[in-house]
């Protein structure tokens, strides 16, 4: 099996900036797509961004409204390593987050797509 880990998750003050990497090991990585989502205690996992991996929308990404223009996501295909570079957070990015990869097309945007999911990495907004 292929193995996410997410890694930068930090505390920082709000309007400060954070990158979030998400690295597959274990062996070759061709998702149809990687997502990161993010999750509050009380709440539901909630779709962040996502990013087509390696298809005729290669490079394609989305994103919630609640992110568009502060969050951008990346990937470096040989590197099997995705990244979300966040910008100007606010304390309400407060969240667990979590990459995951999905096996085939669908929804990007939908949890259910994905089914292989990293540990998640706490990212904690100050004001």
């Known amino acids: 099996q292929v193995q996410l880990k997410e890694s930068g998750g930090t505390l920082v003050q709000a309007g400060e900036s954070l990158r979030l990497s998400c690295t597959a090991s274990g062996r070759a990585f061709t998702p149809y797509a990687v997502g990161w989502f993010r999750q509050v205690p009380g709440k539901e996992r909630e779709f962040v961004a996502a990013?087509?991996?390696?298809?005729?929308?290669?490079?394609?990404?989305y994103y919630d409204n609640s992110v568009k223009g502060r969050f951008t996501i990346s990937k470096e295909n040989a590197m099997n390593a995705a990244y979300l570079q966040m910008n100007s957070l606010k304390a309400e990015d407060t969240a667990v987050y979590y990459c995951?990869?999905?096996?085939?097309?669908?929804?990007?945007?939908?949890?259910?797509?994905?089914?292989?999911w990293g540990q998640g990495t706490q990212v904690t907004v100050s004001t």
């Open positions: 990013i087509n991996w390696n298809d005729w929308g290669e490079g394609r990404t």
């Open positions: 995951a990869a999905a096996p085939h097309y669908g929804n990007t945007r939908l949890e259910s797509l994905y089914d292989n």
